[in-house]
């Protein structure tokens, strides 16, 4: 970690701070400009809070050399991490692919949903049975019966299921659920990250709307530091200025995380864009770019004006994306 | 709420989706163009979702015309909401001065803050007793203890208390805080909000870095929902691609709030500028914009290097902004 | 276009602003609901300057139901332009790529990158004569003598070139250039495009750096409503709260673009992510989803420490990019 | 400059960039870490390509220590820069408010709009005759017509004019305009900016919707590297996810570039905000934390709907503006 001091510190100052530094167990290496005076800070300084060392009066920056973050750090684990989820595994040679409801409706409409996917390639069963919304007055999910809907559709197909949490002292009731999600409105919810740290479930922990890189793997890091290092990352979108999409796809984050992190990185069309049409041509490029998986959003149920045109993909739609993504996985290898 | 269809719906379609619109209690008005329908959504429409609505293949896109807040909206509530905390107010003619630590550190830092930020025009003590840090290797809060720390404080000065709340199940800690703090990165923890939306503690809303006004609005109508209309609402730098400030200070987000709702506003300058220096041009500006209150940081502990340039104001530079203020105060009013 | 009343607007105005729109050549329809009135503008509205139109203070909101664009939309050329360069084509079924150095520094350069991509498989050469820079201090291009050279490589290699133009009055400069480049900096420079607009050449322009689709598409109305149709457009990063790219590379503008309009899209991955490690990934990616071509900084010169590592790809990481875009090419025919 | 190497580099490597930064004209401080090693840079790095250095594949990241702006640097020119424009000045003890209308329409308009900003205390006339559109069907501007108009309406009322220039040739139809403005869109047209380096006018310019006050400053650093000073920046919003307000204003940028550079600072709340509603309460907050001056949008023509209701300013309207900043400017006055 690099602090560079502003020009007029005086020398009785940079003692302080010298001093102060030593205090935290690091050597501190001097070198004088003609205007600035810069220090270097050795030593493990992922301890260091750089934000607190930037806002001293007389320092005017400050650079982070070594990454903040150490269990999902790729220099310190050179190997991918493989994660089991029942009979399947992320970031091995299994591509995954999460395919579901964006809501457990009922009980018919989750069974005929995990049959198709299932014949059409998915490796697990997503559905959100509790749900964040923006509105209180939105529908919130069927909660613990949404739950219960799904483990009755894993059951019955044997795909294990994803499925989000929102509050901590809901833990018990997603004891059978294979994944846990934690939904990007939540990535910064520390007192959740921790709650999930001290399980061994696997995390599928996505990528909050306005988080850089550095933070989501900070996140990781809570739930790592607490001794699950079962931790998928997702990139679903960030904000930006374009209107056209409801979020900005950044895919260029795959091949990053993969030289930052040891950990699989899965990519969700669905919510990342909004718009249906575009799930097809962002799954074919997540899978040229190197991700380990998909979370797309599969709903049944045509006859109905409402269903008809969501924004999810039917079925066909989605063994149409699957068979597609296979030809671009089997170009792609080795190259 | 507006629905402009594709080009190329069928009537059947349409149809349908009239139906559908009905069954949710509400009347459709049909308006057909030469090359687009348009449907005009009659009635409460707060519960629509204008998301799912969009997500239908057949609809090109939607609008709401009006809000979907109810509780916090201004057409239904035209005079501001006042409220009170201990002995002052937030939203009627007092001016809200929220000052203190970043972090309660030591019962010498609190106290020794505590006096001069009161002694200094301060209508309300802020310290962190609980610290949402974006990693877990940084120091997380002195917990309980700073809480009661912050007590003591209150006890000697009279000064009402505001900290922040990380995790609902810490309610208990907070029985006698006075206002309870939401972090920007849990404006969208729904959980928590519902959980506070059953006390009837006032609660400081922050703004999330990368949250516009109107999901802030449904934010503060989650809390109010349960039944809890003490929401202070909080402008503290949102996350944009400038680099010289840590975020950037929305302004016009304080008499746009003034508009759409009844609830008071006030403006965080410390957090959104990351810059000491900028507090003070920030705070006038705010003031002059017509803004019920700041919550500014104040440290103490000149002595030590490594606060001698905190972030923080030092309790003299703090009063200087405190008489500044109240010059563009007294200039405002009444225009 | 539909525009949304303020509640309370008075039958006066609504038939002031009715006249209004009338002797604009539309026709009104009104639609009374219980709290707000909607007028509907029916005829061509491209004409309607709807953020005048917003402005009024009767108008609550305007929303366009008909894109503004004309010539670039896809509604009334249904068919993909093809556009032809030199001996090859950009939008049909031939994948353009571009390549060669950012800057034209010498003939020797100029010379050896020319036939090296040519060898690798580009199908034109790129090369920046004419230099945008952020600093006035920085070098800006050998200018007319960078031109000169490009087209001796070009008359050695048959390559095609393409070259960036800052200013309409260099026209002359480029009666032989092939294909002129409007950069990120210049998308909004509308006295430049008009003056293009006047000419024949195929133009490649590049999206703005906080630019939306739409804008990109109005730009490129700005060169075809001059006469000038052979516009390909350049997807190259958009600006973000993101550090670890210098942009953030917005590949859903793909297949957005392509629903949008018939122009081809092509995608440059080393200025969007700045990072010559993810050039690979992200040309893969671009290729899966149906960009019409790539746009890579390709550099020679290992020799110096300087060029050693530049963002830039050598030659031969060139040729294994080229070759794994056409095995994504291969597999995603037909999908 | 500093420049921090990869973990891995040779020490081949590093005297070989070593030399290359020597022969530049720079020495090199080195310093070894345990995994890094850091260059110092140390000279007259301003001409120093900061993008390039850090594209090298041994680099790890570059940090400036010295801005790379030195004609606007503050550190070179402690004292304010104070502009004459006819018989009032820009960044002294005077205040500027330049008012008048988006576009010039008629002799009428601009005449009664003169006569009423001038009454209203404006100290300049801004109007626009070249307009840059986003769409090429717009109103482009009445153009040298317009500038006619704006110098009959400077004769009348002896108002300084203010008009934007959207292309070098055009120069000679601004011999007798006071202030020529660089619009946001142009701010990087660097071609433009150089010719007006040339010239001896004063120039506004304006901050562009994406970006950085470094970038501003390097734009401004075009003009003064030409030999023109005179050069007043002006912030106009800048482009957020925000969608209540057309752009979002930055008004720490005031503060801000009052420390980076001895140039004077100015704000459009018109435009940042695109709602006539809040352009008092942000002029108000301008005033407050040290702006030079305001441009503001005024409209005259209330009997036509169109105008009726226009985002500009009513004059009367306008001068309850100016009215109240006069007393916020006494308020803060010497604070």
């Given at each position: 970690m690099?602090?560079?001091?502003?020009a007029g510190?005086t020398?009785?100052q940079?003692?302080n701070?010298?001093?102060w530094i030593r205090?935290?167990?690091?050597?501190?290496?001097?070198s004088k400009?003609s205007?600035?005076t810069?220090l270097?800070?050795?030593?493990?300084?992922?301890?260091i809070?750089?934000?607190?060392?930037?806002?001293?009066?007389i320092v005017d920056?400050?650079?982070?050399?070594?990454e903040?973050f150490?269990s999902a750090?790729r220099k310190?684990?050179?190997?991918?991490?493989?994660?089991?989820?029942?009979n399947?595994?992320?970031?091995?040679?299994?591509?995954?692919?999460?395919a579901?409801?964006c809501?457990?409706e009922s009980?018919e409409?989750?069974?005929?949903i995990?049959?198709a996917?299932?014949?059409a390639?998915a490796?697990m069963?997503?559905?959100?049975?509790?749900?964040p919304?923006?509105?209180p007055y939105?529908?919130?999910?069927?909660?613990a019966?949404?739950?219960?809907?799904l483990?009755?559709?894993k059951?019955?197909?044997?795909?294990?299921i994803?499925?989000?949490i929102?509050?901590a002292?809901h833990l018990?009731?997603?004891?059978e659920v294979?994944?846990i999600?934690?939904?990007a409105?939540n990535?910064?919810?520390?007192?959740?990250?921790k709650?999930?740290g001290?399980t061994?479930k696997?995390?599928?922990l996505k990528?909050?709307l306005?988080n850089?890189?550095?933070e989501l793997?900070m996140s990781a890091e809570?739930?790592?530091a607490g001794g699950?290092e079962?931790?998928?990352?997702?990139?679903?979108?960030?904000?930006?200025?374009?209107?056209?999409?409801?979020?900005?796809?950044?895919l260029?984050?795959?091949?990053l995380l993969h030289?930052l992190?040891?950990l699989p990185?899965?990519?969700d069309p669905?919510?990342?864009?909004g718009?249906a049409?575009?799930?097809?041509?962002?799954a074919?490029a997540?899978?040229a770019c190197?991700a380990?998986?998909?979370?797309?959003e599969?709903?049944?149920?045509?006859a109905?004006?409402?269903?008809?045109?969501?924004?999810?993909?039917?079925?066909?739609?989605?063994a149409?994306?699957t068979?597609?993504?296979?030809?671009?996985?089997d170009?792609?290898?080795g190259?």
């Open positions: 690099i602090a560079v001091l502003k510190t020398d009785k940079i003692e701070l010298s001093a205090s935290q167990g690091l050597d501190v290496h001097l400009g205007v600035h810069v270097g800070l050795v030593g493990d300084t992922a301890k809070d750089a934000e607190l060392l930037e806002s001293l009066d920056s400050v650079k982070r050399i070594s903040p150490k750090n310190f684990h050179p190997d991918d991490s493989i994660i089991t989820v029942g399947t595994t992320v970031g091995g040679k299994d591509f995954a692919i999460m579901g409801p809501s457990v009980e409409q989750v069974m005929e995990a049959r996917v299932k014949a390639g490796t069963l997503r559905g959100g049975a509790f749900k919304r923006t509105s939105d529908f919130q999910g069927l909660k019966d949404g739950i219960e809907l483990l009755k559709a059951k019955e197909t044997g795909l294990p994803v499925t989000e929102m509050n002292n018990p009731l997603f004891e294979d994944v999600q934690v939904g409105r990535m910064q919810n520390f007192e959740l990250l709650e999930l001290r061994q696997p995390i599928l990528r909050g306005a850089t890189l550095k793997l809570y739930i790592m699950n079962n931790v998928i990352l997702c990139e679903r979108g960030i904000r930006t200025f374009e209107t056209y999409t409801r979020n900005t796809l950044d260029s984050s795959v091949p030289e992190t040891h990185v899965i990519i669905s919510h990342a864009t718009v049409r575009l799930v097809k041509p962002m074919l997540a899978a190197g380990n998986g998909l979370m797309i599969v709903h049944n149920d045509p109905h004006a409402l269903c008809d045109g969501a924004q999810s993909l039917t079925p066909d739609a989605f149409d994306v068979a597609a993504v296979s030809k671009v996985l170009a792609v290898k190259l």
